[in-house]
């Protein structure tokens, strides 16, 4: 068994090569939601509170926030199950928020489609960051005074491609 380049014991590898190939501090989180409401229907940005972390390799995620560790290219992906939506509401915004870019994965009239105010949905994306670059997931809800929720069955996940 081979331990990688910058370490001869287990204890201390960053590769390990056997029948597999591991990176034991490759970047790589996924965390739930808390079940909280705090997005009122204003047009102000609401950070998702992400309370509950499945897995966070390298400990790179923390308060809602990921960060970069090494520059590279990193896949997100997130899906929101948004609670409360009235007919009043007349945009829904998901946000990736990156030091470099904000990518928008949902900009739409919600009041259509909603089934019983629920709506769900979310996206995935590649992004470059450099080290110390940050992301964050963003709800922005318009057109009433409302405030909307979130569930627990919402997830933000990440990885560092390359």
């Known amino acids: 068994m081979f331990y990688g380049?910058?370490?001869?014991?287990?204890?201390?590898?960053?590769?390990?090569?056997?029948?597999?190939?591991?990176?034991?501090?490759?970047?790589?989180?996924?965390?739930?939601?808390?079940?909280?409401?705090?997005a009122t229907g204003d047009a102000t940005a609401a950070t998702i509170i992400w309370g509950t972390e499945v897995y966070d390799q390298n400990a790179d995620f923390a308060s809602n926030t990921f960060t970069a560790p090494v520059a590279g290219r990193y896949h997100?992906?997130?899906?929101?199950?948004?609670?409360?939506?009235?007919?009043?509401?007349?945009?829904l915004l998901v946000q990736l928020v990156t030091s470099n870019r904000t990518i928008t994965f949902n900009a739409f009239n919600p009041a259509p489609i909603l089934l019983a105010g629920v709506w769900t949905g979310g996206g995935s994306?590649?992004?470059?960051?450099?080290?110390?670059?940050?992301?964050?997931?963003?709800?922005?809800?318009?057109?009433?005074?409302?405030?909307?929720?979130?569930d627990t069955s919402s997830t933000f996940s990440g990885h560092l491609v390359c």
């Open 5 to 38: 380049v910058f370490s001869s014991t287990p204890a201390d590898q960053k590769l390990q090569i056997n029948a597999q190939v591991t990176k034991p501090l490759q970047p790589a989180f996924i965390a739930n939601a808390t079940t909280t409401a705090n």
């Open 76 to 91: 997100f992906s997130v899906n929101m199950n948004v609670t409360g939506m009235g007919a009043g509401h007349t945009s």
């Open 125 to 150: 994306t590649d992004v470059d960051m450099d080290a110390t670059d940050t992301a964050t997931i963003k709800l922005i809800v318009s057109g009433s005074t409302k405030t909307v929720g979130y």
